[in-house]
């Protein structure tokens, strides 16, 4: 089987890392820019395997390179700009990204393939332009395929390693390291659905070979945010690490997101809260 990963970064690396640990698939990877630390950390993790992988700098707002270019019978598209903050200023790029981008990857898709989305539970009812790219590119893309040739994945609050901020986790181990006051938005008693990303990928790749075309992905983790802070900088060492409560800017920053069917058999909370921390403490760059 022939499989394109489009996008490198936090849920892109650890999906290409999974596809080489349990399959034998011929993997290319595109993305717009080398991303050393997740390249390195795939090929250390998977060994001879690796070789299984074709690395390849493009952009997916590009269609040249993908005029003449070989069809895939698997495509799991996550590159994205995924900072909703920034979405409403930089409203043009949102669109050629993540509307335009996904509509030129579909192309490349054999008639019998599968097309999987990685899309955001923030498309089911958006309240910012981001979600809002998200939610058209879901519509335009249950145009091009039927329900057996696309998996739509909408994933809740995810963190892991190699996670960047402004996510609410990784920001905090980024600000724990630094040494700098914690900023909570709002009152801490949002809730949100938090999925660990090794789980998600897991159910990713457990579903590409099911008829489903939509499917949120969180977990029973439904914290709020402050109790995810107090856990998080326990497992961290640092109990009653110094947070700041400030005004809540966004609706998105306001409100609660809870997934009511969550995935089975998921690593338990503190583990992967302790997984991700192991990473960000050892983290050189």
């Not at 991303?35 to 074709?54: C, D, I, P, Q, S």
Request: proline fraction near 3%.
């Amino acid at each position: 089987m022939k499989v394109l990963v489009t996008g490198f970064g936090f849920i892109g690396s650890h999906i290409v890392e999974e596809l080489l640990k349990t399959t034998n698939h011929q993997i290319d990877v595109i993305d717009n820019k080398f991303r050393l630390f997740n390249y390195w950390e795939v090929h250390r993790a998977t060994g001879h395997k690796f070789k299984n992988m074709n690395y390849q700098i493009k952009d997916i707002r590009d269609k040249n390179w993908m005029i003449q270019h070989e069809k895939y019978d698997l495509i799991i598209h996550t590159a994205a700009l995924i900072n909703a903050h920034e979405a409403e200023e930089k409203r043009q790029d949102y669109i050629e990204t993540n509307i335009k981008g996904t509509s030129k990857i579909a192309k490349l898709l054999k008639p019998n393939g599968k097309f999987i989305f990685l899309s955001s539970i923030a498309a089911k009812k958006s309240t910012n332009f981001y979600g809002i790219t998200k939610e058209v590119a879901e519509m335009l893309l249950k145009k091009i395929f039927t329900k057996n040739h696309l998996l739509i994945v909408r994933p809740y609050n995810v963190f892991g390693p190699r996670q960047e901020p402004p996510a609410l986790i990784a920001k905090l181990f980024q600000h724990i390291k630094k040494g700098k006051v914690f900023p909570i938005k709002g009152d801490g008693r949002q809730k949100r659905s938090f999925v660990y990303v090794k789980d998600l990928v897991r159910e990713i790749i457990y579903l590409i070979d099911k008829k489903i075309k939509v499917k949120e992905i969180g977990s029973k983790n439904n914290k709020c945010v402050g109790e995810v802070v107090f856990d998080a900088t326990w497992i961290a060492g640092f109990p009653n690490y110094p947070v700041k409560y400030i005004n809540a800017s966004e609706l998105s920053d306001k409100g609660s997101s809870q997934c009511k069917k969550p995935i089975k058999n998921e690593i338990a909370w503190f583990k992967s809260l302790k997984e991700t921390w192991n990473w960000w403490d050892v983290k050189w760059f």
